[in-house]
Every structure is written in C-alpha cells, then in structure tokens.
C-alpha cells in the first residue's frame, strides 16, 4: 500500500496556515455550517463565504454563475494566481463545498486546511473578530467544469450500468428510516431511502472524530475499495445538497487520487423529490 497521499499538496497543515497569516499571495476562507461561527471569532485575515448567502443563485436552485463568480473572488481580493485557503466547521463540510465551486470555475491553487476550525482552536492558536478588507482584484474564471459536477441524468446512467454511487448520509438516512434531518426543513424529501445501488460509506468515516484531520492514505483506501469503489470507473458521490459529498469527493480526487469523481449536489433533495427515480429502502449494500 502507499501511505502517501496522490495529491498532497492540495492539503495544509494548520503550522503551515500560521506561518503563511500575512502572506499577500494567500487568501484564507473561512466556510461554516453555522451562519454565524466567523463573527465570533475566526483565524486572523481569513475572509467569510457562506454557503447560502454567498454561493447560491437567490433565484433558481443552483450555484452563482460565472460573472456572480468572478465579482465575489474580485471583492475577497482574490485573483487568479491567489493560493486559497479554505477551513470551516464540521470538520470541513462547507470548506470542501466552497473549495469544490471554486474548482468548478477553474481556480487552479486551492487547498484545504486539515482539521479545520477544530483543529486551530485545539491548538490554542488566534482567532479575531475584526473583518478585514483587501483591495479589489482582477479576475477571470474558467468555464465550469462538468466533469467534477453530476446531475441528474449522469446518476441515472450510473444506476443502468451499475457504476459507483457513494451515499455518504448517515446510516439512518441512508436506509430510510430517517425522511427529514432536524433543523433542515430545507433539506426534506417526499422518499426516504437511497439512490438504488448505491454503498453506504458516511462521509465522517474519512476524517479522525477526535481533531478533524484526514485519516491515512491507507485507512481511506480500506474504506472505499471494501465497498468496491474502484479508481478504474468513474464514481459520484451525494448526500444531501452536496456539501457533505464534496468532502468525499475531495478525499476521492485529491488524497486517493481516483481520476473520475463527481459531486451530485442535487442529491437527495432532488434525488429522493423526483417522479420516478430508482430508489431503494433498507441496509442496502
């Protein structure tokens, strides 16, 4: 087995976040679950992105497009030779989610900050309240990039052609027995259950309860090649709005290196809402 992982350099250590908190080619964002987590103190310099407010289109269910893109990394000072730091709460939930969009546009230096808030504050080290303000930058992003992003018909293919599909929800929601998840009446559906076929690897499974950090190369790729998620074909990974399958997805893409990994952020709010969809109820696979 190699424990190393394929692409470490997409990953900092919260030592390296401390010794980069001034440097001008970094920019640090900080993305919650908790709406109001970065006013109460976040590492100093880091700017916020929320995932509803900042990142969602207010109309249509979908992500800001291109221009909104390129207006919001403009007014974080961001360009596009800025390294972009992310960490959050949740051991990173929203981090990888925010990291995920900024892949889709194209932004080519991006990393994650291992362990998260939780990490950083276990350490003691500093957290701040003042906002702080960098001048405007240009920016142009890319396309985006559907071959990191899943919809609905590219599921359905994977269910016909049996290919993997990694429901990384709870157990409980992932058998069915849990329909609604307390405090996200956002997040209902009129199905319970899981996309058919798809194995059951819940997304906490990947990091270390105890500070947030990544498990090992070797412990990941236990975890999913018993479930037969195989490198050689392409794999799509949900939950339920894509923020808890985009962790998955990065520990797919970047810390195994699986060539073929897309996140569905339809998930099963579209998923287990849509006439017709293949589902299944019980301990499944």
Request: aromatic share 12%.
């Amino acid at each position: 087995m190699n424990s190393v992982y394929a692409h470490p350099e997409y990953l900092v250590e919260t030592e390296w976040v401390a010794a980069h908190l001034n440097d001008p080619a970094v920019r640090l964002v900080e993305s919650n679950e908790d709406a109001l987590l970065y006013e109460t103190g976040h590492i100093p310099g880091a700017v916020k992105v929320d995932w509803f407010t900042t990142l969602q289109d207010r109309v249509r269910r979908d992500f800001i497009n291109q221009s909104e893109f390129e207006a919001l990394c403009s007014g974080l000072g961001i360009a596009n030779d800025t390294t972009v730091v992310f960490y959050g709460d949740k051991n990173n939930w929203f981090a990888c989610y925010a990291f995920w969009l900024f892949a889709y546009y194209g932004h080519r230096h991006l990393r994650i900050m291992n362990g998260g808030r939780l990490k950083w504050t276990q350490e003691n080290r500093p957290l701040s309240k003042d906002v702080p303000a960098y001048p405007a930058a240009r920016y142009h992003a890319s396309p985006p990039d559907r071959a990191i992003r899943a919809y609905r018909d590219d599921v359905l293919r994977q269910v016909e052609h049996h290919l993997p599909l990694v429901d990384v929800r709870s157990p409980q929601e992932y058998t069915g027995e849990l329909l609604h998840m307390p405090n996200y009446p956002q997040e209902g559906a009129m199905r319970g259950g899981h996309v058919a076929g798809a194995v059951s690897i819940p997304w906490a499974t990947a990091v270390n309860p105890e500070n947030g950090v990544f498990k090992t190369a070797d412990e990941l790729r236990r975890l999913f090649e018993s479930k037969g998620v195989l490198p050689d074909q392409e794999v799509i990974a949900y939950c339920r709005i894509g923020e808890r399958s985009s962790l998955t997805w990065f520990v797919l893409k970047y810390l195994l290196g699986y060539p073929r990994v897309k996140n569905y952020d339809g998930s099963w709010t579209e998923w287990g809402n849509l006439v017709g969809a293949p589902i299944e109820k019980g301990p499944g696979q």
